[in-house]
């Protein structure tokens, strides 16, 4: 079966611009994350989608993060204006809704640089 | 909130040498916990689940509720066991939230 799959894989832009991450989960799964990876650090969840609903935007900076994912599939991260602590790889990820299996699927990520 | 620690930043043993790497969470329950694994330039993917009791690559995590620990052990380590490790206990949440610890980076020495 097709992974999750990201894009763009590398992005390197200045402070203060804006950035955007797409992703496409498996097909099938309703549950979608975002976590941010800073260098040396573990995943981080930012957002977590249940279908096109948010049931966890905890962790999310809101005064320059967003996301959406439109008709319960694919999803868009957005930054805007980029800090340079932001600098991270932005992970997307999926898992089958029901129960607790907690198998998430990840894709390869996507690096972001803040000049 | 749930709190994952994984004491070691970085690991390294000897071919052929056990290994052991640890993970301690602070939860009040019965947490169903993960180990996952990113080898170099491979995704992020699940090694294995307590809740299956089964030995992945030789891996085995058995889980201590009075430690509230979950270390991940494999008796003889091989070069391509070389990677990051993250433990991840999932929240007792409705929605199934999984959160990872700062993770350790093994070595292999061959």
């Known amino acids: 079966e097709a992974g999750v799959a990201q894009s763009p894989r590398y992005k390197i832009i200045e402070k203060r611009q804006s950035v955007a991450f797409w992703c496409n989960p498996i097909?099938?799964?309703?549950?979608l994350y975002w976590y941010q990876q800073i260098l040396g650090q573990g995943p981080k969840l930012l957002i977590q989608?249940?279908?096109?609903?948010?049931?966890?935007d905890s962790q999310l900076p809101k005064d320059r993060f967003s996301a959406e994912r439109l008709k319960g599939v694919d999803s868009t991260l957005k930054i805007q204006p980029a800090k340079l602590e932001d600098s991270a790889v932005y992970l997307c990820?999926?898992?089958?809704?029901?129960?607790?299996?907690?198998?998430?699927?990840f894709g390869e990520g996507s690096r972001l640089t803040v000049l | 909130a749930q709190r994952v620690t994984q004491p070691e930043k970085l690991l390294s043993v000897f071919k052929g040498a056990p290994v052991e790497l640890k993970c301690n969470y602070s939860?009040?329950?019965?947490?169903?916990l993960f180990w996952y694994v990113q080898y170099s330039r491979q995704r992020l993917q699940l090694l294995l689940r307590?809740?299956s009791r089964e030995s992945i690559k030789g891996f085995t995590a058995d889980l201590n509720k009075g430690e509230t620990s979950f270390h991940l052990k494999k008796p003889f380590a091989q070069e391509e066991d070389s990677a990051m490790y993250y433990c991840?206990?999932?929240?007792?949440?409705?929605?199934?939230?999984?959160?990872f610890g700062p993770g350790t980076s093994l070595s292999v020495i061959p």
């Open positions: 990820a999926s898992s089958l809704v029901g129960g607790n299996t907690g198998e998430l699927f």
């Open positions: 097909s099938g799964h309703a549950t």
């Open positions: 989608f249940q279908n096109n609903g948010v049931v966890d």
């Open positions: 939860y009040s329950g019965s947490p169903e």
């Open positions: 307590h809740i």
């Open positions: 991840a206990p999932p929240e007792k949440t409705s929605y199934d939230k999984v959160i």
